[in-house]
């Protein structure tokens, strides 16, 4: 989505849906920068999806996201395939990358998880390794 080139990543998987983490990042329920001292000393690798909001409403959520620290830990950024709307002048992938592009991690677009078909898990807290280059996209999960 960024378009830096080949990509090979890993850190403890942390996110889910951006309609939920909105109203619980920077609480006791998702403080990723505490997770991360205490889990994840290598970083973490974020994931997010919209199951349904429009551009404008993700866009505003994930600057909450990132103004409330949920990806200052980040090694690198997974967004989910989605079906929610864009509008005439912001696609959902331009609202990802004007919330999130000065994060200066990788950004990778389209990953199979969340509220679209296949449906794909991703393990909160599992460990996590992203190999992803213009031949193939890997995320290898390991529970440990």
Do not use: K
């Amino acid at each position: 989505m960024d378009g830096n080139g080949d990509v090979e990543v890993e850190g403890r998987l942390i996110g889910g849906c951006i309609e939920t983490l909105c109203n619980l990042t920077g609480t006791g329920y998702l403080d990723t920068s505490a997770f991360a001292r205490a889990e994840a000393a290598d970083g973490l690798l974020v994931y997010v999806e919209a199951a349904g909001d429009d551009a404008f409403t993700i866009c505003r959520n994930l600057y909450g996201l990132r103004l409330a620290g949920f990806f200052d830990e980040a090694n690198a950024v997974l967004v989910g395939r989605t079906s929610a709307p864009g509008a005439s002048s912001l696609s959902q992938h331009e609202a990802v990358l004007d919330a999130l592009g000065s994060l200066n991690v990788p950004i990778i677009a389209d990953v199979e998880c969340g509220h679209v078909p296949p449906y794909m898990p991703i393990v909160n807290g599992a460990r996590g390794r992203l190999v992803h280059t213009s031949a193939r996209s890997e995320l290898t999960q390991m529970l440990s």
